[in-house]
């Protein structure tokens, strides 16, 4: 969605008119090839990370290679009449690569699932990924030369226009498949339509060249939905299977090929996992007349919550396809009872939002295994383990209630950070139980108060060697040190590497681009923009994928608006537009996070638009007025998409600075275009 959402700013200019021979008229066209290039993104990246278990550490690694490719697409423009053909082909054998090679997890051994350090089976990293960025971005090369085509047939600005458009029409398609729960094989009929449409094959070898690949991908998406017998849930590939184990009847879940939950009979939970009972012990009051349950999942945490009494219970689960499995086949029929209300959402956002308090709350196992799209460092359950979010934990407790989370934590070091987080939140020390030093399964509580819980025995506290407590500012769990682990920093410079030998090769020598500077600075400062427009919202609203859907059409909508008022209106000189940039940007550095929360949340959504969308807006009235003067489009484009990708690798600075200090960065570097600026386009209106 970055790679879109950028590309869109990166229009490249007229040129003398070219009839068109398509049958759909320009405008039509346009919309319909944006469209299908947005689609086509989103489908990859999420199809791509249900099956290659590495990608859902790197969601943004075939979105900065479909960037690639649509900035390639975009420069190739005007260079051949030829068909792009190779984009359905490359499709075709990028899926059965991928379905012949799968990257999931080993499950006859034990491995540690953070920063990709995991046994699996399949192809290694260095194998698999450098073929899934070059793939991913060949594919996204072709829609892009059909979008760029158009362009010469508009007037420049009505062309960009249309092409939000369609970007607006593909996010809107994308998102009500997924709200529909739609397996790949939908996608892939449409993306085959889709190529019919836009490439118009009319000789016999141009009609096999589309036929044959497209049949190849439909065919290959439906055997794999029929065989694997998957749900599709806008968050993973979700797969089951059922088993007795001592004479129990037991459903196991899989997530894009990772062992996920098992909905096991509250009963034998607790007698083969002492941990499952330990919240409840840990409570000096015991009652439970109100029970919240965070990552409630197929239910078997409810289940174990009822069996203990609980007179009510708000069951949260971000995926609607694992609450639907536990209310199926859940043995206990948790979510059949009355006592239980069922919220699917973010568990921070339900914190957030309610007003309830509880006697118990429990963050059950909450472990998404993936990340936030558009967000390359932030996990879906990031924010419910900052100590901002213990606060909000505590401030829905009853007097002598408790608030306790279980999981299999890995490192020694996790379980103490967790612990002085809930010390730091809570004021006191809580109870920490390590039961099983095998993947340190442990339960952290902490009452109320320091009389309101009984431990077993006192935990020893933190070492010199803890962590400190992550924050909503760098909600960084599994990142023990302030540093961008070696993994990300190679990868991404492969990245850079491969985009700054691309662009030399379409776009010419360097030396052309040096009159665009500012172009390539307003592309690096658009993407540190955007993501954290994206990771601001999630934890406004949750991490959910509705949030994720509207902030990217938010970000749309907000350059659609830039450009029908540079269209329409005669807008203000560039120094003046820089000057509502920068104050945009202190805006929303000034605005605390925690003040946002404490707002009702229509007044809070209106607040955070204005404050996330300000700046967005006046930098695309910046690089429409400057980009519409530029005298060589296909340089200035190039810059630009050179200083795009560069955005899209500086966003892990946030692992290090945080994201608040993104906005820093981004302010930096508009100061550093506007100091660039030819001295011919600062007075221009």
């Given amino acids: 969605m970055d790679a879109m959402t950028a590309a869109a700013q990166t229009t490249p200019p007229p040129r003398p008119d070219v009839p068109s021979a398509h049958w759909l008229s320009t405008r039509p066209r ?33 979105l900065l290679g479909s960037f690639l490719g649509i900035g390639l697409g975009f420069l190739r423009v005007g260079r051949t009449t030829r068909q792009p053909y190779y984009s359905p082909i490359t499709l075709a054998v990028l ?86 729960s739609a397996p790949p094989v939908v996608w892939g009929v449409i993306t085959a339509v889709a190529y019919a449409v836009l490439l118009q094959p009319r000789r016999a070898w141009s009609r096999v060249a589309v036929a044959v690949p497209s049949l190849v991908v439909v065919a290959a998406l439906a055997a794999e939905t029929l065989t694997a017998g998957a749900l599709w849930s806008p968050y993973y590939k ?73 007179g009510r219970v708000d069951a949260v689960e971000i995926d609607p396809k694992l609450r639907e499995l536990g209310g199926i086949y859940h043995p206990d029929r948790p979510y059949a009872d009355p006592r239980v209300s069922t919220h699917v959402t973010d568990g921070r956002a339900f914190l957030e939002q309610t007003d309830r308090k509880y006697d118990l709350i429990l963050f059950a196992l909450p472990d998404s295994l993936t990340l936030v799209s558009g967000a390359s460092s932030l996990r879906l359950e990031s924010y419910l383990f900052t100590r901002e979010a213990m606060e909000a934990a505590r401030d829905h407790l009853k007097p002598g209630g408790t608030f306790s989370m279980y999981n299999y934590y890995r490192e020694n070091w996790l379980v103490d950070r967790l612990a002085s987080t809930m010390q730091a939140a809570f004021g006191h020390k809580p109870c920490v139980d390590v039961v099983s030093q095998a993947g340190q399964q442990a339960v952290i509580t902490a009452g109320l108060a320091a009389g309101d ?40 410079g492969l990245i850079l590497l491969v985009s700054m030998l691309a662009v030399r090769a379409v776009a010419g020598p360097y030396t052309r681009m040096r009159p665009y500077a500012d172009l390539f600075l307003l592309g690096v400062a658009f993407l540190l923009l955007e993501t954290k427009s994206v ?25 659609l ?28 550095w000034l605005v605390p996070t925690s003040w946002l929360l404490g707002l009702p949340v229509p007044l809070r959504a209106l607040v955070a638009v204005v404050v996330a969308f300000l700046p967005i807006f006046a930098a695309n009235v910046v690089f429409a007025k400057r980009f519409a003067d530029s005298a060589d489009g296909t340089t200035a484009f190039g810059a630009n998409l050179l200083g795009a990708m560069v955005g899209g690798c500086l966003e892990y600075l946030a692992l290090l600075v945080g994201y608040q200090a993104l906005l820093v960065i981004a302010g930096l570097l508009y100061l550093g275009a506007f100091a660039l600026l030819p001295r011919a386009a600062r007075p221009a209106a």
């Fill in 30 to 62: 346009l919309v319909v090839a944006s469209a299908f290039m947005l689609f086509l993104e989103l489908a990859l990246i999420r199809w791509t990370g249900s099956n290659i278990v590495h990608l859902s550490y790197f969601t943004n690694f075939v």
């Fill in 95 to 180: 899926v059965m690569v991928v379905l012949m090679f799968p990257v999931t997890v080993d499950r006859q051994t034990e491995g540690v699932l953070y920063w990709t350090s995991l046994s699996t089976a399949g192809p290694p990293p260095w194998a698999i990924l450098p073929v899934i960025f070059v793939a991913a971005a060949l594919v996204l090369m072709g829609p892009a030369e059909l979008v760029g085509r158009c362009f010469p047939e508009l007037d420049r600005l009505e062309a960009y226009r249309y092409d939000l458009i369609g970007s607006l029409t593909g996010i809107g398609l994308f998102t009500a498949l997924s709200f529909l």
């Fill in 238 to 310: 979700v797969t089951h299977t059922h088993f007795d184990q001592e004479g129990v009847r037991v459903m196991d879940i899989q997530v894009n090929g990772i062992p996920h939950q098992r909905a096991v009979p509250a009963a034998n939970r607790l007698e083969w996992e002492r941990q499952y009972a330990l919240p409840y012990e840990r409570s000096a009051v015991g009652r439970l007349d109100d029970v919240l349950i965070v990552g409630a999942g197929s239910g078997t945490d409810v289940a174990i919550a009822l069996s203990k009494g609980a």
């Fill in 453 to 492: 819980q009984a431990c077993g025995g006192e935990w020893a506290g933190a070492s010199a060697q803890t962590p400190p407590p992550s924050g909503d500012d760098r909600p960084f769990l599994y990142l023990k040190d302030r540093t961008i682990p070696q993994i990300y920093v190679i990868t991404l």
């Fill in 535 to 559: 990771t601001g919202f999630a934890l406004l609203f949750g991490t959910t994928w509705v949030v994720n859907a509207i902030v990217f059409a938010g970000v749309l909508v907000a350059v």
């Fill in 561 to 588: 608006a830039a450009v029908e008022v540079t269209r329409r209106f005669r807008t203000p000189s560039l120094p003046v537009m820089y000057g509502v940039l920068l104050a945009g940007l202190v805006l929303a």
